[in-house]
C-alpha cells in the first residue's frame, strides 16, 4: 500500500487531518483497526430504530468559531443544551451545582447572593490548587464535595479526588444562579443527522480512500508513506519503551425500554453514590430530538482494562507522557495528534482544533 498521507485513526483527529491532507492535493490512505469511521463518537441506529452512540453520550459544544465553521461545512445542526441531575437518594440535583441544588438539597430558599455567602461558609480554601480535591473542597466544601464528586469520581478513574489532577474536576463549574446547562459555550449543537453521517461527508473526498479493520501493528511492516499522523495510543507506537501508559476504560450497557417514551427528564442522570455500580445513564432521545415510541438508553461502567476511553490526568502519567513526547518530537516524518496520541483529556472540538491546526502547519512545511 502506498500514499502521500497515512493517516491512523479515523476518528475526530484522523477524519480532519485527511480531509485537509486531500484538499491540499495529497493522496491520503485513512485506516482505522474497528470496522467503522468515527471513533469514539460513532453513532448507529440500534436494532429499534433508534440513534444511539455506541461509545457514550457525546454533545458537540464549542466556544471556536473556526472549529463550528469548519464542521457545518459537512453538517446542519439542531440545537440541543445539554442538562445533568444527580440522584441521590431518590432524589434529583442539577450538575453543575447551582443555586437549585443548594437550594433543594438543604431546604433553603437562598438568592444568587445567598447562595454565594453559603458558598463562602463552606468551602474550604486551598493554596496551591494541585488536585482535584483541591478544586472542589476550596470552592464548595466537604459536604457537597463528598454527596456530589467523591463518590463518582472513584467511580469513574477508581482514584480518590486528590490523586487526579486539578484540571478533571476543574471542567465542572459551580454556580451561584439557577442556569442548569451542563456546558455554556456559544455554539451548542447537535449534527443534525448524527455523528457517523457527518464523518462519511468529511470523508467524501476523491483523495481520500479508507481500510477498516486495519490495525498498524500490522500495516507498519508492508505499506509505505511519505507522511504520517498518527492518532492511537502513542505508547503503542512506540512499543510501550518507557512503560504503559494508564488509560481508563468503559464498559457500555445499552438498553431499549419498547413503549417507554421518556425514561428520565433530562439527557444524563449521574449517580455519584457508591451503591450504584455504574456512574451514568444517558437517554438518547434527549440529544437527538429524535420521536420514537420506544426509547434507548445506556449505562457507563468504569474499568481499569479494555479500551483506552481516557487519558488519566496526574503528574506521574504526564511524566511517562513527556518521555513519548519526547520521542514523538523527534520523529521527522510521523506526526501525533488527538486524545490518545497526545495523552490529553480533549472534547471533540478540541481534537478538531489541533487537527486543523497541526494539518496547517505540517502541509505549509513539506
Ligand atoms: P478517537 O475517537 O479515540 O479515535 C482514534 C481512533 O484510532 C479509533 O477509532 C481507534 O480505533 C483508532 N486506532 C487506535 N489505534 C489504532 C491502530 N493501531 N491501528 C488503527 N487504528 C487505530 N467530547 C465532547 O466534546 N463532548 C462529549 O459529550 C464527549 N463525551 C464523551 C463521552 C465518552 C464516554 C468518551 C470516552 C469521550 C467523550 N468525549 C466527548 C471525547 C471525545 O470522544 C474525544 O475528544 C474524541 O472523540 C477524540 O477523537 P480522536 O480522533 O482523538 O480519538
Ligand atoms: N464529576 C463528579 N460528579 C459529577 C460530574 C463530574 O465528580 O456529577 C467529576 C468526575 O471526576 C468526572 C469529572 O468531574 O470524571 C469530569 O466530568 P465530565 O462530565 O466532564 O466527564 P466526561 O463527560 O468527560 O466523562
Redesign the pocket.
Known sequence: MKADVLV????????VIAERCASAGRQVLL????EH??????DESDAQGVLV?R????????NAPLVSEYLSQFTDWIPYE?RVLASLDKKLYPIPINQTTINRLYGLSLDEAGVARFLESVREPRSPIRTSEDVVLSTIGRDLCDKFFRGYTRKQWGLDLSALSATVAARIPVRTNSDDRYFTDSFQKMPAEGFTAMFARILEHPRIHVELG????E?RQRAEWKLLFY???ID??FDFRFGPLPYRS?R?EHQHLSGVEQFQPVGTVNYPKDDDLFTRITEFKHLTGQQHSGTSIVR?YSTSEG????PIPRPENNEIYQKYATEAASERLAFF??????YRY??????VAA?LKASETVLKAS
Not at 469511521?37 to 460513532?42: D, K, P, R, T
Not at 495528534?337 to 497526545?342: F, S, T
Request: glycine share 14%; hydrophobic share 35%.
Open positions: 491512523v485513526g479515523a476518528g475526530f483527529a484522523g477524519s485506516i482505522d483497526k474497528r469511521v468515527g471513533g469514539n463518537a460513532y452512540h461509545y457514550g453520550p457525546h454533545i458537540f459544544h464549542t445539554h486495519i490495525d498498524f501493528r500495516l492518532t492511537g495510543p503503542e507506537y468503559l457500555f457507563e479500551d483506552p476511553y481516557y495528534v488527538g486524545r490518545l496520541a497526545q480533549y472534547n471533540m472540538d478540541q481534537v487537527a
